[in-house]
């Protein structure tokens, strides 16, 4: 056995977004998101999206699991469990209802104001993402998200007024939630969460993702400039989700085919720290004849808009292999993966791989050089009560054997990691499926997905066994 202590000030907490967890979605003058026109689903049913809120439809982000009331409460158990930081977004619906007023909702500030006190009088740093697939869904409407250049100046804004705003109580920040999953252009689903943008049949739907997900960069970049022209120790990262692809044999072919669809999936990440695109894109644009809106002034806000440090979620990893005929090992996500058979997979089909994460580790440490923040990792699982306990150790394996291998990262590697959110540490609505049963919490919510439950919160094995980790701050191996 051996004993991996983390680093001192190491940050421990776990990770929501505003939309999975706050519910009250039109209390406080808040507007209407993109999440709030979302019906559930489940694993090979998609999340329909509908014309507005319409009746007869349940919309499982309405309610989530009332953190808009009961925070207080749930930040007693983040405490109790040893919690230093805690991510959340800030709904932008809560701030601009609508996305394009000129003034904000004075309501919304005052809401993330007291919840920020009190995480802060409880120790808790919140650690803010600024855009976690909640857009307004005004902005789809009338401006079609963010296929319209308009949206940039409405993040701008969105983003400035919460820096000026909470500047004394936030000081890590991170601008798009996952930046990187509309790579999977081919479904609704990411271009929807990430950009507000739904397609109309016979559209070039990778040219539109290109240029939203560009729109976005820029959005990033300015607002990561007007941060620190507010406040200069704000430290303003990027987030995305880190899912490494490795190819299938070590065929050459699928070597070079894993190699080009990472660089579909992380060209995002270069822009953010580098300030600039790396030039295999720009190639792929050109042999697509993609016309990208990309102004030199475009070009400029990038190079001076570059990140403090990543952030990062990892779950999973992938494989893929190369198919005859694919002369330009062109990646589509939708069809091109392939079953990992070394590891095994989760009812939702996601990877369980512990050593990816530490490979991700080394390789974001490899490309990009800047300090790293694990800011989602979790298991997904149904959990069943049982005389009102919980024993999820298949959690706790999960958790703990992904400890085990950033610990070696950190150790044996010199990865520079700031801290480790892990996902949903109170059970949330899913992003992706839109149900409650795809539970992620320390905490367990008696809540379903008929949307019948008295909300009730119960510690979970796993409550105690995160709460063990955070006050030895290692984990034994
Ligand atoms: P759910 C896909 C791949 C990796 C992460 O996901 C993803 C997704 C989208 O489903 O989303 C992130 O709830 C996201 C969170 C989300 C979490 O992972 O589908 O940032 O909002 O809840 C887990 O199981």
């Known amino acids: ?14 990770a929501l977004a505003a939309h999975q967890v706050e519910g009250g979605w039109n209390e406080g003058g808040k507007g209407i998101s993109v999440a709030d026109v979302m019906s559930a689903g489940e694993h090979g049913k998609a999340r329909q999206i509908t014309d507005g809120v319409q009746d007869g439809i349940y919309y499982p982000n309405h309610e989530a699991v009332d953190f808009y009331h009961r925070y207080k409460e749930d930040l007693q158990f983040f405490k109790e469990m040893g919690f230093t930081c805690l991510r959340t977004s800030i709904a932008w619906t809560r701030i601009f209802p609508l996305g394009d007023e000129e003034e904000p909702n004075e309501e919304g500030l005052q809401f993330y104001d007291t919840f ?6 409880l120790g808790i740093e919140p650690v803010i993402t600024l855009s976690h697939f909640e857009m307004p869904y005004h902005l789809v409407k009338t401006y079609g ?25 936030v000081t890590y920040w991170m601008t798009f939630n996952e930046i990187n999953n509309q790579t999977n252009f081919t479904t609704d689903f990411a271009p929807f969460t990430n950009s507000g943008i739904v397609y109309k049949e016979g559209e070039n739907r990778e040219e539109i993702m290109y240029q939203a997900a560009h729109y976005e960069l820029v959005a990033s970049a300015k607002v990561v400039k007007l941060a620190r022209e507010i406040k200069d120790d704000f430290q303003i990262g990027c987030m995305i989700a880190m899912c490494p692809i490795y190819p299938y044999f070590c065929k050459p072919k699928d070597m070079m085919m894993a190699t080009k669809a990472m660089q ?25 004849n993609f016309t990208i809106d990309f102004t030199e002034e475009d070009a400029k806000d990038l190079l001076e808009g570059c990140v403090d440090y990543i952030g990062f979620s990892y779950y999973m990893s992938f494989a893929t292999a190369y198919q005859e005929g694919n002369t330009y090992y062109d990646y589509d996500e939708d069809s091109m993966l ?17 050593v990816g994460l530490r490979y991700s580790l080394n390789y974001l440490q490899d490309h990009y050089r800047i300090p790293l923040f694990i800011v989602e990792n979790g298991y997904g699982e149904y ?24 610990s070696i990262a950190i ?10 959110t892990s996902w949903g540490p109170i059970d949330i609505v899913s992003a992706g499926t839109g149900e409650m049963r795809k539970r992620y919490g320390f905490i367990y919510v008696d809540k379903h997905d008929d ?27």
């Open 1 to 14: 056995m051996s004993k991996r202590k983390f680093p001192e000030n190491f940050l421990w907490g776990g």
């Open 116 to 121: 920020f006190d009190e995480c802060l009088k």
């Open 145 to 169: 998200g963010f296929r319209n250049r308009k949206c940039i100046d409405f993040f701008v804004r969105f983003a400035e007024v919460c820096f000026k705003r909470y500047k004394d109580k």
């Open 264 to 288: 579909k999936r992380l060209y995002f990440t270069d822009v953010h720290v580098f300030g600039k695109y790396p030039r295999n894109i720009i190639q792929y644009w050109k042999r697509k």
């Open 338 to 354: 392939v079953k990992n058979p070394y590891v095994k997979a989760r009812k939702w089909g996601w990877q369980i791989d512990p």
């Open 383 to 406: 959990d069943e009560v049982v005389d009102g306990k919980i024993h999820d150790d298949y959690r706790i394996e999960y958790l703990d054997k992904h400890l085990e291998q950033l």
């Open 411 to 420: 150790e044996e590697d010199g990865i520079d990691v700031i801290g480790y």
């Open 451 to 477: 949307g019948t439950g008295s909300l009730k919160r119960l510690r979970k094995d796993s409550f105690y066994w995160y709460q063990k980790v955070i006050s030895n701050n290692y984990v034994e191996s």
